[in-house]
């Protein structure tokens, strides 16, 4: 789903503590300008990196408080 496709000039995203298991490919599409993307705090165990490539103006990504996650660019 593209939940954040209208969002197009969000600076920054927290999604702290939401019990996130997983980031699905292409959820950020449209946030062309992001640069602050808070992920901590949650239960991801696998994120599709497939999303980064179009973060390209990130300057800061917490993954902190998480259990090991593995990256998937597929």
């Known amino acids: 789903p593209k939940i954040f496709a209208h969002q197009n000039q969000l600076l920054q995203l927290n999604l702290q503590g939401n019990r996130l298991e997983e ?16 992920l901590s705090r949650n239960a991801l165990k696998s994120i599709d990196t497939s999303n980064w ?3 390209d103006k990130l300057i800061a990504l917490d993954l902190s408080h998480n259990p090991s996650i593995s990256l998937d660019s597929s």
């Open 53 to 55: 490539p179009k973060l």
């Open 23 to 38: 980031i699905q490919r292409n959820v950020f599409d449209g946030l062309f300008v992001l640069n602050l993307l808070n």
